[in-house]
């Protein structure tokens, strides 16, 4: 079964600095998604993505974050500047274009901040 | 705005069956899902349901949806070991055309041999 792959799955470091985190969609889905979940916190959606742009956002994805889509298969997270409130494990999600389809996600990538 | 909640802990017997329990506030959503995630890993799809059904079976798995109490059950028949884990409640809200989900805190399953 076709899966939404992320990688690395543990990615250190140091505040201040530049992070990509990258995802592999599932290949025929058309929505993008991130998600973050905080330690001992709930999983919170960060940004939809659909057509080359940005569909919707939170509060959370401010200035420092971007998301891309550089080719037709990998979907990206960046955060500029990072903090260590950004520490998180941040998951991947894509979807089909149909309507009725659930979204399928990643396995994640750690994020620790030092 | 969208809220879901869920109990934090659930502890039953191998063989017995399991019912995790969910409540979300927004009307308009389009379909409800069970997340399961084991320690250190990602979010496993069990199954969903679309707003418009009031159930659904798959094999152990049975969803219940209360409409009018917004009110969403999993039910886990014969649970096994292999069931512990952290269950997510998750309602999908469809603005737009798009869809973002928000998930409740999560039900960590004990299941005791």
């Known amino acids: 079964e076709p899966e939404v792959t992320q990688t690395p799955s543990h990615q250190v470091t140091q505040m201040g600095q530049e992070v990509i985190l990258r995802c592999v969609p599932i290949s025929n889905h058309l929505y993008f998604y991130w998600y973050r979940q905080i330690l001992g916190q709930k999983v919170e959606f960060l940004v939809s993505f659909y057509n080359n742009e940005i569909s919707e956002k939170s509060e959370i994805f401010d200035d420092q974050f971007s998301v891309e889509r550089p080719d037709g298969s990998n979907f990206t997270l960046k955060i500029r500047s990072t903090k260590l409130e950004d520490s998180a494990m941040y998951f991947c999600?894509?979807?089909?274009?149909?309507?009725?389809?659930?979204?399928?996600f990643g396995d994640g990538t750690r994020l620790s901040i030092l | 705005g969208e809220d879901v909640e869920q109990s934090l802990f659930l502890s039953v017997r191998e063989g017995d069956s399991s019912v995790i329990n969910c409540t979300y506030t927004d009307s308009s959503s389009t379909y409800l899902y069970w997340y399961k995630q084991e320690p250190g890993a990602g979010l496993q799809l069990l199954t969903y349901i679309f707003s418009n059904m009031d159930m659904k079976q798959d094999q152990r798995l049975t969803v219940l949806l209360n409409k009018k109490d917004k009110h969403l059950s999993l039910r886990i028949a014969d649970t096994q070991t292999g069931d512990s884990a952290i269950y997510f409640c998750a309602e999908a809200f469809r603005g737009g055309g798009y869809q973002k989900v928000t998930f409740g805190i999560g039900t960590k399953l004990q299941v005791i041999p």
């Open positions: 999600a894509s979807r089909a274009g149909m309507n009725n389809q659930p979204q399928h």
